[in-house]
């Protein structure tokens, strides 16, 4: 999440985000969406320059022919030509309440691609599971899916961040060394009174939970936590070669496409 202004540089006053054009611009503006296309393709046509000059990335079949410099230069003329479109999402209904916010950070820090809860079965190879339609006019309603097992896990592992890659940085003013005195900051320059530390709620035993069907409550048998994907990725499913799991394209420099075909 991006703030639409901030303190300025000498420490002086507030910011606040204009359009860069339009500078009477009422309604609020944080980024313009074809200057960060323009950014964005300049960022990666000179990264993927840079690979290729260093032989990092490979090219062969149908693309060795940008190996050679002049063919690659011109390549990249022509693909810079175009515009590139980039998608931002606006707040819900046109606004963005704290309580939005804290729903959208939780599942995007702490969520997987996709919930145990919409996972209906898994049965004859395929798994079938709960995902919104295309209809528009409809509202989008969910409906159940159906995906060969092996699809399945394909896609789930494109969801598998590269290493060295994490989900959310702080950084900027909300680094953990400067977050305390910029916050004060920010509160300072618009007038926002610094909030009241809170009693944490006390801790009540939760009810134990009643049989749906013959309302008689019910007793824990056994209690075991959630594994975490370490664990899960651990078990010899995953660690048996002949099997291929999400865990294979972090062993194994080179793609393989399904199925799986070990070494030997």
Same mark, same amino acid.
């Given at each position: 999440m991006v703030p639409g202004g901030g303190p300025a540089l000498d420490g002086g006053g507030w910011i606040t985000s204009r359009h860069p054009t339009q500078r009477n611009r009422r309604k609020p503006f944080l980024v313009d969406n074809v200057l960060l296309g323009q950014t964005f393709r300049e960022k990666f046509t000179d990264g993927f320059r840079r690979l290729v000059r260093r032989g990092k990335l490979r090219l062969e079949g149908d693309w060795a022919w940008l190996q050679e410099p002049q063919e690659l230069e011109a390549w990249l003329t022509k693909v810079t030509q175009s515009d590139w479109n980039v998608f931002i999402e606006g707040p819900p209904n046109g606004k963005s309440d704290p309580d939005h916010v804290l729903k959208y950070l939780a599942r995007y820090l702490t969520g997987g691609p996709i919930s145990d809860r919409r996972i209906i079965c898994d049965e004859n190879d395929h798994v079938t599971f709960w995902a919104r339609?295309?209809?528009?006019?409809?509202?989008?309603?969910?409906?159940?899916?159906?995906?060969?097992?092996?699809?399945?896990?394909?896609?789930?592992?494109?969801?598998?961040?590269?290493?060295?890659?994490?989900?959310? #940085?702080?950084?900027?003013?909300?680094?953990?060394?400067?977050?305390?005195? *910029?916050?004060?900051?920010?509160? +300072?320059?618009? @007038?926002?009174?610094?909030?009241?530390?809170?009693?944490?709620?006390? #801790?009540? +035993?939760?009810?134990?939970?009643?049989?749906?069907?013959? +309302?008689? +409550?019910?007793?824990?048998?056994?209690?075991?936590?959630?594994?975490?994907?370490?664990?899960?990725? $651990?078990? #010899?499913?995953? @660690?048996? &070669?002949?099997?291929?799991? &999400?865990?294979?394209?972090?062993?194994?420099?080179?793609?393989? @496409?399904?199925? *799986? $075909?070990?070494?030997?």
């Open positions: 339609s295309k209809d528009k006019a409809a509202g989008n309603p969910s409906r159940p899916f159906s995906l060969p097992g092996k699809e399945f896990v394909r896609r789930w592992a494109m969801h598998i961040l590269p290493k060295g890659y994490t989900r959310s #940085r702080r950084f900027g003013g909300y680094h953990g060394s400067k977050r305390k005195h *910029y916050l004060n900051r920010c509160r +300072e320059l618009l @007038a926002i009174a610094n909030p009241q530390p809170t009693a944490p709620p006390e #801790r009540t +035993e939760p009810s134990p939970p009643i049989c749906p069907r013959c +309302e008689i +409550e019910m007793c824990c048998i056994h209690k075991e936590q959630r594994p975490s994907w370490k664990k899960v990725f $651990e078990r #010899r499913i995953y @660690a048996d &070669p002949s099997i291929y799991s &999400p865990m294979h394209h972090c062993r194994y420099k080179g793609f393989r @496409a399904f199925p *799986y $075909e070990p070494d030997g």
